[in-house]
């Protein structure tokens, strides 16, 4: 009896053995006008965790495939990429997108896919569950390397929460958190390419236009510097004179609070927080933000916080590892020709 059940034991573990050495992971490499997304490389990252082969999947029209391509091939670990071009892939509607990883995943024998927690992953990534009928499992922060077991923040990064993709999913689906896995590095790579055929879309679908801030600062999503401003700024006009040159001072992005988004000071492009952008930066300065809970979910994983608020019983004191009770209208411009001082 007991050599019997040694011997299943051994079966069921050289069993999951050869499951996790036949599953294969595939990373949606999001790009734009021949630049990779940088947050897609934190998204490698995740995927090569689970220790298998790890390939990535470019999309786009011709031009913007071959644009990305040559970058593409040099990410570390990758041994093989996929590309799709199409003119009905140029701006990654997921009414096109979905579809066509729905026909790669099982042509591929691909058993995860993995795409950062950006806006365009989180719009072809739930339309591509519902076609492929397997579960979403969004905005992961940890995964065991098992491949069905994921962590991934809840009630605005409160509480973790642990899961178990369900064994009738024949994919697993993931959108992964940026700012919780290191970027893959880029230089040593050399994957072989494969072109997939493109497939037919949603024709009822169609791009019209967009409407872009651009900014000479770096991006906020991938900035190693960012100063936030909150309501306390009371105008749009305050919101750039006081943090306008502190950022340029720091060579930082800006960003803002909802409560100053709301209140019309900063571009919705700007939020920080749970319903905003999740960022983790070397430096985050919050100068008049009170530390909302909803806030604090977009920034509090920043390696060092400075905050700035006259009320000393701000909540954005409990996690900033340099406080300064002070007005922020004589703080703020002080900070900064201190700071450009000493570059002088």
Wanted: charged share 20%.
């Amino acid at each position: 009896m007991l050599v019997r059940a040694a011997l299943r034991t051994s079966r069921l573990s050289s069993l999951a053995a050869t499951q996790r050495r036949l599953a294969s992971s595939l990373v949606f490499l999001e790009h734009k006008n021949g630049k990779l997304n940088d947050s897609s490389l934190n998204a490698v990252t995740a995927a090569q965790s689970l220790g298998s082969d790890t390939a990535g999947i470019v999309v786009g029209s011709k031009s913007d495939v071959d644009g990305v391509l040559e970058e593409v091939k040099k990410i570390d670990g990758l041994t093989k990429v996929y590309t799709a071009a199409s003119d009905a892939y140029s701006h990654s509607l997921a009414e096109n997108v979905a579809p066509l990883l729905a026909s790669v995943l099982p042509a591929k024998n691909i058993s995860h896919i993995f795409a950062a927690h950006t806006a365009v992953g989180k719009n072809v990534f739930p339309r591509l569950a519902g076609l492929l009928d397997s579960s979403m499992i969004a905005d992961i922060v940890a995964l065991e390397s098992s491949g069905d077991v994921f962590t991934r923040p809840i009630y605005a990064g409160n509480a973790i929460l642990k899961i178990k993709s369900s064994p009738k999913d024949k994919f697993k689906i993931v959108t992964v958190r940026t700012t919780a896995f290191d970027k893959a590095k880029t230089g040593g790579g050399s994957a072989s390419v494969e072109e997939v055929e493109a497939t037919a879309g949603d024709a009822s679908t169609k791009y019209v236009s967009e409407e872009l801030t651009i900014s000479s600062r770096p991006d906020l999503s991938s900035a190693a510097r960012v100063v936030s401003g909150g309501r306390a700024l009371k105008s749009q006009e305050n919101f750039n004179k006081i943090l306008d040159p502190l950022a340029d001072a720091l060579g930082a992005a800006v960003g803002a609070s909802r409560a100053a988004v709301d209140a019309g000071y900063a571009d919705n492009s700007l939020q920080v927080g749970q319903t905003g952008k999740v960022v983790a930066p070397e430096l985050y300065v919050a100068a008049g933000i009170s530390g909302a809970i909803q806030h604090l979910a977009g920034m509090k994983e920043s390696k060092m916080i400075v905050a700035i608020n006259k009320d000393a019983d701000a909540p954005i004191f409990q996690v900033a590892d340099v406080g300064l009770v002070a007005d922020l209208f004589e703080a703020v411009p002080e900070l900064t020709k201190k700071i450009e001082g000493a570059k002088a």
